[in-house]
């Protein structure tokens, strides 16, 4: 129960204080993975957010974005899509465009957990990621919930970042390994 109101929390604040300065278009370039890309402006663009850059040991610098938030570019079972990196989420938290193009079921009669948030009960399914990457790091079977709610990004939260050895700030980086 405490890992859903974490998670119900970071989703009422990231749909609060993220959500209306942002908008997502479904652009897609040929020979590219198709991403949803958010614009801090909410004018479309057709490049992706801008992927993790490789350091040393395997780990990745993820930038801090205009906005504040550190966005990344992940990949989930192999579909592409942009994740606000939210170390409050006590999961992994997947919007129902994401968890469909990583080939996850969400039809309505799964979302059978509630989380209950300031704005009213937030319906959610908990699901499994085979593979999520972010960058050169990959980890296999991460505990997640899939939202039956509108957010503008998807969130990666503890039940992936908990696995990695090393998140740190450093000046506008966020260092993961």
């Known amino acids: 129960m405490k890992g859903f109101l974490f998670l119900a929390g970071s989703v009422l604040a990231l749909a609060f204080f993220v959500g209306p300065g942002l908008r997502t278009s479904s652009d897609s370039e040929a020979g590219d993975a198709a ?33 504040g938030h550190f966005t990344t570019q992940a990949v989930v079972n192999g579909a592409a899509f942009p994740m606000v990196i939210d170390s409050g989420a006590s999961l992994v938290v997947l919007r129902r ?44 079977n991460v505990a997640a919930a899939v939202v039956d709610a509108d ?7 503890q039940s992936f970042l908990a696995q990695l050895a090393e998140m740190r700030i450093a000046d506008d980086a966020m260092i993961l390994r």
């Open 35 to 67: 991403i949803n890309e958010v614009t801090p402006t909410g004018q479309s663009r057709s490049q992706a957010p801008a992927a993790p850059r490789a350091v040393s040991g395997d780990g990745v610098v993820v930038a801090r974005g205009p906005e």
């Open 97 to 140: 465009e994401d968890a469909l193009a990583a080939g996850i079921s969400v039809f309505p009669s799964e979302f059978t957990g509630t989380a209950q948030t300031a704005g009213g009960p937030v319906r959610t399914k908990r699901v499994t990621i085979d593979r999520l990457r972010i960058g050169g790091i990959e980890r296999r």
């Open 151 to 157: 957010l503008p990004m998807s969130l990666l939260g």
